[in-house]
Nanobody, 120 residues
Framework: QVQLVESGGGLVQPGGSLRLSCTAS????????MGWYRQAPGNQRELVAV???????VYEYSMKGRFTISRDTAKNMMYLEMNALKPEDTAVYYC??????????????WGQGTQVTVSS
């Protein structure tokens, strides 16, 4: 019914930058909140940042200032600009969205994840 697809991950050197994208498709009337989460091997999935339909943002403290979340509401897309990357940022990054369906009702969805590896 709804799909989230991430892209933009890859291998980058410490101090480098990457831009992740998330595209939502399907029976979408509105997306109230979109967010990025990440999960490193052996760790629990953790919040990176979220953005509301009104553009309000919340960041995990250690990522504020290095990462920037944004969205294009008309295109049902979300982005994560990551700068000054560190080896500890290595993880699978997941897109998450709270969807209101065109038929009514709502649901929360996850993408399949995109790998980000920070290494020299």
């Amino acid at each position: 019914q709804v799909q989230l697809v991430e892209s933009g991950g890859g291998l980058v050197q410490p101090g480098g930058s990457l831009r992740l994208s998330c595209t939502a498709s399907g029976s979408i009337w509105s997306i109230t909140v979109m967010g990025w989460y990440r999960q490193a091997p052996g760790n629990q999935r953790e919040l990176v940042a979220v953005i509301t339909i009104g553009g309000r943002t919340v960041y995990e403290y250690s990522m504020k200032g290095r990462f920037t979340i944004s969205r294009d509401t008309a295109k049902n897309m979300m982005y994560l600009e990551m700068n000054a990357l560190k080896p500890e940022d290595t993880a699978v990054y997941y897109c998450n969205a709270e969807i209101i369906y065109t038929t009514g009702g709502k649901g929360r969805y996850w993408g399949q994840g995109t790998q980000v590896t920070v290494s020299s």
